[in-house]
Nanobody
Framework: QVQLVESGGGLVQPGGSLRLSCAASGSNFSINVMGWYRQAPGKQRELVAA???????NYADSVKGRFTISRDNAKNTVYLQMNSLEPEATAVYYC????????WGQGTQVTVSS
């Protein structure tokens, strides 16, 4: 059983930055992919960014050039650096880890507002 603990959410003004962290523990299998998803009120959960254990990354078109995902395999931790935040980024951000199945974190709220 994998436990995911997210941190780093909060309130930020438009144009500001936040860094999310997600630490995984308890896995007896290699975590192949770690990623961040978000769900805004009334909308479906969507992929923000993902990174493989080998360092390959994938981003949603809406965040390319502004968000950066990175991973520390030794710590089983994934980070999401979010720059130039816009109000449309307001959502609950969830961390996901994939071994032979998916595991989800509890979510962290990101609010972009003046």
């Amino acid at each position: 059983q994998v436990q995911l603990v997210e941190s780093g959410g909060g309130l930020v003004q438009p144009g500001g930055s936040l860094r999310l962290s997600c630490a995984a523990s308890g896995s007896n299998f290699s975590i192949n992919v770690m990623g961040w998803y978000r769900q805004a009120p009334g909308k479906q959960r969507e992929l923000v960014a993902a990174v493989t254990s080998g360092g390959s990354t994938n981003y949603a078109d809406s965040v390319k050039g502004r968000f950066t995902i990175s991973r520390d395999n030794a710590k089983n931790t994934v980070y999401l650096q979010m720059n130039s935040l816009e109000p449309e980024a307001t959502a609950v951000y969830y961390c996901k880890a994939h071994t032979y199945r998916d595991y989800w974190g509890q979510g962290t709220q990101v609010t972009v507002s003046s």
